[in-house]
């Protein structure tokens, strides 16, 4: 009896992901100067230990103003990558593989945690007193109550993309099996893509080509340095949440962009580049993304990643099996559950119950609990 989709193995390049639950990047807010540390590892060593097959670090930062808070990871210097390096050893010693979010929060950086109010960060609130002038396309703040971005020149530009490279090599020598771009959730990629955000007058500004430019020339360059050998991924916010913004066309546009560039898979999400909403579906309904990832692997012919509210492992095979997506990312879910991918296996093949290598020594407690014996 074959498993179910979800979790069968799926090649990407020379990886082998040994099912297609993975963990969505997640920002912990705990770091101090960019550096991961205890947290991080017990954070994501128990996705690991819970059997998923790709454990995604959280949004990383390609530069100290890239953050998004100062409690933020970086992979800018070499005792963020010794810390990295560390984490990576153990996930993998657990069997999963292991993938990095580059980032940079452009006019959404220097903010609080979200358990301080979120917003933008007063240096009293922040974590070391740190805060900083954020850079962005055009200067234009998120939305009111946020400061006013210095627009960035073609040297910030350059420089930026050059971080990025320089981050994803530091990635490498961390020994990361799957890097992503970050170009979701209204960060500066984002902004670059979204009108709303992208007012520049320069060839980086005005039609779409124009708006893709700089993010692709970023994907490409990262590209060129992340081996042929593994796997690059590239988040978008696959619409912008507004009206007159970012659109499911311009998406299956960018798509094949990045399909060209040797772009792996596309992990479609949404929003981000406002607070609004308006073209975003309802986010309490399971799946509320998968059309996107669906449509985009559709026309682009690229896999993609599902994720929002996935749940329900029925859903979550369902979504494979039907080829929406090609690997479904999981985040809430999974922090109530880091078991979850070892539970949704049984449900979906009972036949195999009892069979989950349960983390030890948890394994036997779990097992124990579930199914005393008779
Ligand atoms: C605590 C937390 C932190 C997050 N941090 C990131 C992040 O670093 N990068 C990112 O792209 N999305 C981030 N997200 C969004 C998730 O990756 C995911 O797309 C979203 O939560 C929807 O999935 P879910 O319904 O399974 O939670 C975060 C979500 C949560 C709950």
Same mark, same amino acid.
Request: proline share 7%; hydrophobic share 40%; net charge negative.
């Given at each position: 009896m074959s498993a179910p989709a979800l979790f069968q193995p799926l090649q990407l390049r020379e990886l082998t992901l040994k099912n297609r639950v993975v963990v969505s990047p997640m920002c912990q807010y705990s770091a101090d100067h960019g550096v991961p540390n205890d947290w991080h590892l017990v954070h994501l060593g128990r996705f690991a230990l819970g059997g998923a097959g790709l454990v995604f670090a959280e949004a990383t930062a390609v530069e100290p103003e890239g953050r998004i808070s100062a409690a933020d990871t970086g992979l800018y210097n070499d005792e963020q990558q010794a810390a990295f390096t560390r984490i990576v050893r153990f996930l993998k010693g657990q069997g999963a593989a292991t993938a990095i979010q580059l980032a940079h929060a452009g006019r959404k950086a220097s903010t609080?945690?979200?358990?301080?109010?979120?917003?933008?960060?007063?240096?009293? %609130?922040?974590?070391?007193?740190?805060t900083w002038r954020a850079r962005a396309p055009s200067a234009l703040p998120f939305t009111e109550g946020y400061p006013v971005p210095h627009e /960035?020149?073609?040297?910030?530009?350059?420089?930026? +993309?050059?971080? !990025?490279?320089?981050?994803?090599?530091?990635?490498?020598?961390?020994? &990361?099996?799957? /890097?992503?771009?970050?170009?979701?959730?209204? @960060?500066?990629?984002?902004?670059?893509?979204?009108?709303?955000?992208?007012?520049?007058?320069?060839? @980086?500004?005005?039609?779409?080509?124009?708006?893709?430019?700089?993010?692709?020339?970023?994907?490409?360059e990262v590209r060129a340095v992340w081996p042929a050998s593994r796997p690059l991924f590239v988040r978008i916010s696959a619409v912008d949440g507004t009206e007159e913004g970012w659109s499911l066309?311009?998406?299956?546009? !960018?798509?094949?962009?990045?399909?060209?560039?040797?772009?792996?898979?596309?992990?479609?999400?949404?929003?981000? =580049?406002?607070?609004?909403?308006?073209?975003?579906?309802?986010? +309490?309904?399971?799946?509320?993304?998968?059309? &996107?990832? %669906?449509?985009?692997?559709?026309? =682009?012919?690229?896999?993609?990643?599902?994720?929002?509210?996935?749940?329900?492992?029925?859903?979550?095979?369902?979504?494979? %099996?039907?080829?929406?997506?090609?690997?479904?990312?999981?985040?809430?879910?999974?922090?109530?559950?880091?078991?979850?991918? /070892?539970?949704?296996?049984?449900?979906?093949?009972?036949?195999?119950?009892?069979?989950?290598? @349960?983390?030890?020594?948890?394994? @036997?407690a779990v097992k124990a609990l579930k199914r005393p014996p008779r």
């Open positions: 609080r945690a979200p358990w301080l109010g979120g917003g933008p960060a007063r240096a009293e %609130q922040a974590r070391n007193g740190e /960035l020149s073609r040297e910030d530009m350059a420089q930026i +993309k050059a971080s !990025f490279v320089a981050s994803a090599q530091r990635a490498l020598a961390a020994d &990361f099996d799957v /890097l992503e771009v970050h170009a979701a959730h209204g @960060y500066l990629l984002t902004q670059f893509l979204s009108p709303i955000s992208n007012r520049r007058t320069d060839e @980086y500004g005005g039609d779409r080509d124009a708006r893709m430019r700089w993010p692709l020339e970023v994907t490409a066309d311009d998406s299956v546009a !960018f798509g094949h962009e990045l399909r060209e560039l040797g772009v792996d898979a596309i992990d479609c999400s949404s929003g981000g =580049v406002t607070p609004s909403t308006a073209t975003i579906p309802d986010p +309490k309904q399971h799946g509320y993304q998968v059309t &996107f990832a %669906q449509r985009i692997k559709r026309e =682009v012919g690229v896999p993609t990643m599902a994720v929002g509210r996935i749940t329900d492992p029925e859903l979550a095979n369902a979504i494979v %099996q039907g080829g929406s997506a090609d690997l479904v990312a999981l985040a809430r879910t999974l922090l109530d559950d880091p078991n979850w991918p /070892l539970h949704a296996r049984e449900q979906l093949q009972p036949e195999t119950l009892g069979d989950a290598a @349960y983390p030890l020594p948890v394994g @036997y």
